[in-house]
């Protein structure tokens, strides 16, 4: 483990109320605005890799301890109203088993059977959960980025909830087709053979050059929403009654559709930040928190769904409010001051955050920016 992740670790463990306050200052900005929220827990061989070595199966105490003694019994965060829950449980996702990946815990497929089932059936019943498998992308084939060993199909039928990893996994519309037909319709017809519900992921664009400076700045191109929009379209007509959108706020592979710089000029000067005119595009700063919203319309069947890309996403929700005198008949309209300019709206900073990570320390701090005093 590098310096710095032996940083992040002590600081984490070491500072618990702090990180637990953080945690929930994240929830009361989720109840705010009405959302709701839910438990991913990556598992990963940092971990002490020197004592699962003797004890392959401590992984499953580390987490099981977490879930029942701290969030469950201490916190109650699984007894909030707005904490997701499916089919009457509470829904955990455990993100990164099964990746052919060292770092990917645990290796061997009894013991991720072992966890799997003991939160789902095993475990006392205040600790059930409705079990969500963050998986790789080929899951079904035990191929590529799978573990090969034939334990873990059956590893993943214990899943209630199969959702594959597919960030770069393809890179224009091209692939996204081909996906559909390859991949994502035969694993929906798996997943309803073992009564699962399957989620696909789908993502808006992807860029890794602050990772890998070898790489191209713009791997992945948004194509204004078109990528992500056509993704969706095909996990709907595919029948996929459920979606993931990756990420709200992954900024280090720019896979983040929360409020971002739309213009290079609204970015900080130092390093490289991929903006969302980088494909030539004019768009505000919120088009893709616009396009998650019309496509939860269309995954709840409000709007049909089009292989067209919105040209105004999220138009509905910014319609304005009818006035005093049309929602109560017969009462007069109240009177206003004559009409003028609107003051200029308090900023807390100066620069909306960046789709993409830049490579200077010394750039401004995103979360003193508006875009992220917002959300």
């Given amino acids: 483990m590098s310096v710095i992740w032996h940083k992040v670790w002590y600081d984490l463990w070491s500072h618990k109320g702090r990180t637990l306050l953080a945690i929930l200052s994240i929830a009361a900005g989720l109840f705010a605005v009405g959302g709701i929220f839910g438990l991913v827990d990556q598992l990963l061989s940092t971990m002490d890799a020197a004592h699962r070595s003797v004890a392959p199966s401590h992984v499953s105490i580390i987490l099981r301890d977490f879930v029942t003694e701290d969030v469950v019994d201490e916190l109650k965060v699984t007894s909030h109203p707005n904490y997701q829950r499916h089919e009457g449980k509470p829904v955990l996702a455990i993100w990164g088993m099964g990746l052919h990946e060292d770092r990917h815990v645990p290796h061997d497929p009894a013991v991720a059977r072992q966890l799997v089932e003991w939160f789902r059936s095993q475990a006392p019943a205040p600790y059930r959960v409705t079990y969500m498998g963050g998986t790789p992308a080929r899951w079904r084939t035990l191929t590529m980025d799978a573990r090969p060993e034939p334990g873990w199909s059956e590893v993943y039928q214990s899943m209630d909830v199969i959702q594959p990893w597919v960030v770069g996994r393809y890179r224009d519309n091209a692939g996204v087709d081909a996906w559909k037909e390859e991949m994502i319709v035969p694993d929906l017809a798996l997943a309803a053979r073992n009564k699962q519900l399957y989620m696909p992921v789908v993502f808006p664009g992807f860029s890794w050059y602050n990772l890998k400076r070898d790489t191209e700045k713009n791997r992945t191109p948004r194509n204004r929403g078109d990528f992500l929009w056509r993704q969706a379209y095909n996990a709907r007509m595919a029948g996929a009654t459920a979606l993931k959108i990756a990420m709200f706020d992954e900024v280090n592979e720019s ?119 917002l959300w």
């Fill in 255 to 373: 896979t983040a559709i929360f409020k971002v710089a739309a213009r290079r000029q609204d970015a900080p000067d130092q390093g490289y930040w991929l903006t969302l005119d980088a494909d030539g595009a004019s768009l505000p700063s919120d088009w893709y928190l616009r396009l998650a919203g019309e496509i939860t319309r269309m995954f709840h069947d409000e709007i049909p769904p089009s292989p067209t890309l919105p040209a105004d996403p999220g138009r509905s929700a910014r319609a304005p409010r009818p006035t005093h005198a049309a929602t109560t008949p017969g009462r007069p309209p109240r009177r206003r001051g004559p009409a003028g300019p609107r003051p200029p709206a308090r900023r807390r900073g100066t620069r909306p955050c960046a789709a993409a990570s830049g490579s200077d320390s010394t750039a401004r701090p995103c979360c003193r920016t508006p875009a992220c005093a």
